[in-house]
């Protein structure tokens, strides 16, 4: 049974580029969510999708949009890349309803130059 | 900012049992306290949660207080490959669960040889 996958696993762009990380979620899991990883620092909420809707938001701004298809995979896209956006952008899966943990993936190493 | 506060870090003797402290005094009724931990360029991964009764699996067993101000992530016996970041982590269930996570550092678990 394959868990959350991501890919790519490490990206290098340049400022005001835009870039599209993409996951797949653990079988049998509805809900996706996205995180942001700075080095040193805890992972960061970024936003959750379920029945391919935007369902709540942390604090980041709209250059970051996201989409889910039908199947529940999701995309990542951030637009007009700035040097701070380098971090880990992590993938979670989870069932929405009940205690459900969320599952990760290993995560898109996001390196903006 | 995180509702939980951990040390920063721990060290252990491999093959004896590390405690992993958290406290959470301003948790909620409706929230389950949920362990996570992150091996070096991994993604977060999930070990235990509980809402008021001690758990125990296969990773760990988690000790929550009878006031649920704090709780205790016990491994029973270390090996060096849980050297990791540890995140104890609050998470709000409405009967759907959010998947909006809050990590705050964490206690980085050094096991010893």
């Known amino acids: 049974d394959a868990g959350v996958t991501q890919s790519p696993t490490h990206l290098i762009k340049t400022r005001g580029q835009q870039v599209t990380l993409r996951c797949s979620p653990k079988s049998g899991h509805d809900t996706v969510s996205w995180y942001q990883q700075a080095l040193g620092q805890g992972p960061q909420f970024i936003f959750q999708?379920?029945?391919?809707?935007?369902?709540q938001r942390g604090n980041f701004p709209d250059r970051f949009s996201g989409h889910q298809f039908p199947n529940y995979s999701s995309e990542l896209n951030v637009n007009a890349l700035l040097l701070g956006d380098s971090a880990l952008y992590l993938c979670?899966?989870?069932?929405?309803?009940?205690?459900?943990?969320?599952?990760f993936g290993n995560g898109t190493r996001l390196t903006v130059t | 900012d995180a509702k939980t506060t951990q040390p920063p870090s721990m060290d252990c003797a491999e093959g004896r049992a590390a405690n992993l402290p958290c406290n959470h005094s301003t948790i909620s009724g409706n929230e389950y306290v949920y362990w996570y931990r992150q091996i070096h360029s991994q993604g977060p991964q999930y070990i235990i949660h509980g809402l008021k009764n001690n758990e125990t699996n296969e990773m760990a067993s988690l000790i929550i207080t009878e006031d649920r101000k704090s709780s205790t992530l016990i491994l029973p016996h270390a090996t060096l490959r849980d050297t990791a970041v540890y995140y104890c982590i609050v998470r709000v269930n409405y009967g759907g669960a959010t998947n909006k996570l809050i990590f705050g550092t964490g206690t980085l678990l050094a096991v010893q040889p």
């Open positions: 979670a899966s989870s069932l929405l309803q009940g205690t459900s943990p969320l599952h």
């Open positions: 999708y379920y029945e391919e809707e935007e369902r």
